[in-house]
């Protein structure tokens, strides 16, 4: 058996944690991945560095930031891009002193399950011309519709800047964008852009194969997660040279943490009375480490690891009332890396002409054996990185479903290497609904659930948010600084000197 901490008792008899001034003796994170990671880094921003911040993690650091090696080079198989625009990250890459890694610019094309019913060209001008003459002005009203809610949305890095935290998804949105940002959680992207003048060809052929590639659905998901999702599609997209889960690693090495490789199973709620008659509240966190257990309390707790289907819950006790993380099903997703020779006549092609396109994506029309196929580009290309001279490549591909071997050589006739990466949750499945209840933020007095973020939408960029948020709301409440806690800050704009 580990050895029980001590520590638990030593706090229960201490009377110098109160929310009356002093600052906690210990934070706990639950989760090791992008939110966990960055939410301990905030967290030691916030609270200093006499504060012990546990991190608990029963499998690699990084989560859903992960690589595979495949042809004696690593390719990213989770969380992939990151936009410009996307500062946390951005500037979590210059702290920790990563390198950009541009992502090099994709021809791409669209498959519906027949046949190829677009292709870029070389040219921007000829791209231009094929998108007007197929869609009208609808590239031009998707791309006004998007920058629109997204300059709205960016005010966010504002109101974190000043201080500004909020308890729940929905007061987050509205702060920062109105009515605007909240309805977008309550209605699909394709109802929104129908309503903005976009064609139904359009949705089909473009929108879709987008939303395919970067989240598994389709325009029925709620307009929130498909402005997050045509973001994706923007230029300029790069990850981390060496593996964005370098991000993770790096995170946790600044932020001093401890590192606990175990898997949390419970927590339980204990109240302790001090001399000065007040109750103080801590959390006991119970984990498993192989066949050995252990436990240890802390004054704050932040969930920042997924509840995935078919894993065995955190259990909750003493709270008062249930505790629930998950909102609804998760969507799976399965990447799988090929080296070999792509089969173009699967995309209506001739044998002997040769496959241009880099980047597939597929209409909703297609059979769905695939979601996208892309040429893979590896974490740390070194200078004869050099596209072969044959039609060998490393490709890789998504699917909601692990491709089978028929499946697969459908795809390559001769595939030379073979790995795949299966997330048993790689998104949440975003369905709008007039009534869509996003999990709040705080789930107790002081335990938070970082998580609740990736049920609006999931990115990389958005946990971060999501971890700075709670790493605010965390410290205003427990120093009672509720005056930048769920402020409505539109109405107030002219009061409030961000």
């Known amino acids: 058996m580990l050895k029980l901490n001590l520590f638990f008792h030593t706090v229960w008899l201490s009377t110098a944690i109160t929310p009356d001034g002093a600052p906690p003796h210990s934070i706990a994170v639950i989760g090791a991945g992008i939110g966990g990671s960055s939410a301990a880094y905030f967290l030691r921003q916030q609270f200093g560095r006499g504060v012990r911040i546990d991190v608990y993690e029963s499998e690699t650091v990084g989560g859903r930031l992960a690589t595979a090696n495949i042809d004696g080079q690593d390719y990213e198989t989770g969380g992939m891009t990151i936009h410009p625009l ?14 950009e890694l541009v992502q090099p610019r994709h021809v791409q094309a669209v498959f519906d399950g027949e046949e190829l019913v677009f292709e870029e060209s070389n040219w921007f001008i000829i791209n231009i011309i094929k998108l ?27 109101f974190q800047s000043g201080g500004y935290s909020f308890t729940s998804m929905e007061k987050l949105l509205h702060a920062v964008g109105g009515d605007g940002l909240v309805q977008m959680s309550r209605h699909s992207i394709g109802e929104a852009l129908q309503k903005a003048g ?4 359009f949705l089909n052929e473009v ?16 307009a929130f997660v498909g402005l997050i999702s045509l973001l994706g599609a923007d230029p300029d997209l790069w990850t981390v040279e060496g593996g964005n889960k370098l991000v993770c690693s790096g995170l946790l090495y600044s932020a001093k943490v401890n590192l606990i490789k175990g898997k949390v199973t419970a927590i339980y709620t204990r109240k302790r009375p001090q001399r000065t008659g007040r109750d103080v509240t801590l959390y006991e966190v119970n984990y498993t480490e192989g066949s050995d257990s252990g436990y240890s309390a802390y004054d704050i707790v932040i969930l920042a690891a997924p509840s995935y289907p078919g894993q065995s819950p955190i259990h909750f006790h003493h709270t008062g009332q249930p505790i629930s993380l998950q909102a609804g099903p998760y969507q799976q997703e399965v990447v799988t890396l090929v080296a070999g020779c792509l089969n173009a006549s699967y995309f209506g092609q001739q044998r002997s002409e040769p496959f241009r396109p880099t980047l597939v994506s597929t209409t909703a029309l297609s059979d769905n054996l695939i979601l996208a196929a892309s040429v893979a580009v590896p974490v740390r290309p070194t200078p004869d990185d050099q596209p072969a001279a044959n039609c060998s490549r490393v490709w890789k591909l998504l699917s909601p479903e692990p491709l089978a071997p028929g499946e697969l050589s459908r795809l390559f006739p001769s595939p030379q290497a073979v790995r795949q990466a299966r997330w048993l949750a ?16 705080v789930l107790h007095q002081h335990l938070y659930h970082l998580s609740a973020m990736e049920w609006a939408a999931s990115t990389m960029e958005l946990m971060a948010i ?26 107030q704009a002219q009061k409030v000197e961000l």
Do not use: C
């Open 132 to 158: 007007v003459w197929r869609y009208g002005l609808d590239y031009l009203r998707m791309k006004m519709w998007v920058e629109n809610y997204h300059h709205s949305f960016m005010r966010v890095y504002q």
């Open 426 to 441: 790689g998104h949440p499945r975003h369905s709008p609904s007039p009534s869509n209840k996003i999990p709040p933020f």
């Open 198 to 201: 976009i064609g139904q060809r």
């Open 207 to 222: 929108v879709t194969p987008i939303l395919r590639l970067s989240s598994g659905q389709s325009a029925n998901i709620n």
């Open 86 to 99: 996307n500062l946390h990250m951005k500037g979590f890459a210059q702290m920790l002193g990563l390198k």
């Open 466 to 491: 999501s971890a700075k948020n709670v790493a605010l709301l965390a410290h205003h409440r427990w120093y009672q600084q509720l005056e930048k806690v769920d402020q409505d800050i539109l109405s």
